[in-house]
């Protein structure tokens, strides 16, 4: 079974910094990509953040680029999300899951739990 176990939430401040941490496991693990989506409440789930295990290639959108920044460990099988300058609009619940598209909106078959991140002015 494979599980993503997402770390590293919490509240901070505006400017402030953040780490989220998902790792994967389950002996039938099979991934082309990993995300980072989030949602707000009253808003729909958007994808914020995507990388490629084998090529490391990354997508961010817009309103995260030059702030937060997408990792993997291919041997720990664990991506992370570095989120620096952190602004109120960034308060959302965020997950990770692991797709096997090579769309970086394609399907994503495996989530993670969800991890607060709460951003005060």
């Known amino acids: 079974q494979v599980q993503l176990v997402e770390s590293g939430g919490g509240l901070v401040q505006a400017g402030g910094s953040l780490r989220l941490s998902c790792a994967a496991s389950?002996?039938?693990?099979?991934?082309?990509?990993m995300g980072w989506f989030r949602q707000a409440p009253g808003k729909e789930r958007e994808l914020v953040t995507a990388i490629r295990w084998s090529t490391g290639r990354t997508y961010y959108e817009h309103s995260v680029k030059d702030r937060f920044t997408i990792s993997r460990d291919n041997v720990k099988k664990t991506v992370y999300l570095q989120m620096n300058n952190l602004k109120p609009e960034d308060t959302a619940v965020y997950y990770c899951?692991?797709?096997?598209?090579?769309?970086?909106?394609?399907?994503?078959?495996?989530w993670g739990q969800g991890t607060q991140v709460t951003v005060s002015s």
């Open positions: 899951a692991s797709t096997r598209d090579s769309s970086w909106y394609g399907e994503y078959d495996y």
């Open positions: 389950g002996r039938t693990f099979s991934s082309y990509g």
